[in-house]
Nanobody, 126 residues
Framework: EVQLVESGGGLVQAGESLRLSCVTSGFTFDTNAVGWFRQAPGKGREGVSCIRSRDGSTYYLDSVKGRFTISIDNAKTTFYLQMDSLKPDDTADYFC???????????????????WGQGTQVTVSS
């Protein structure tokens, strides 16, 4: 059974940083990409970032490029989203996610299928 458990959300001021973590089990990083999507109140799901462990390929939403960094630990059981220079527009529930490798690439990240965690709330005040 695939399981993903997020942590690390919270309330911060604009310009500050947060690091989200996702502990995983039930799948292998060799065949699956992992990523983060977010959903703000009244808005649709938005793919933030994903990474393919097999070749290191990453995707970032344009609005987070240069501020967010996705990474995987050496044991390939936990992955992270380092979020720097946070803005009020980053306020949302963040979900960690796993999908087949083909659904994550440098120019795409499909979030409508796969498995995801329960979400962690990130609130950025101005």
């Amino acid at each position: 059974e695939v399981q993903l458990v997020e942590s690390g959300g919270g309330l911060v001021q604009a310009g500050e940083s947060l690091r989200l973590s996702c502990v995983t089990s039930g799948f292998t990083f060799d065949t699956n990409a992992v990523g983060w999507f977010r959903q703000a109140p009244g808005k649709g799901r938005e793919g933030v970032s994903c990474i393919r462990s097999r070749d290191g390929s990453t995707y970032y939403l344009d609005s987070v490029k240069g501020r967010f960094t996705i990474s995987i630990d050496n044991a390939k059981t936990t992955f992270y989203l380092q979020m720097d220079s946070l803005k009020p527009d980053d306020t949302a529930d963040y979900f960690c996610h796993t999908i087949h490798n083909w659904a994550c690439g440098e120019d795409h990240y499909y979030t409508d299928f796969g498995s995801w965690g329960q979400g962690t709330q990130v609130t950025v005040s101005s």
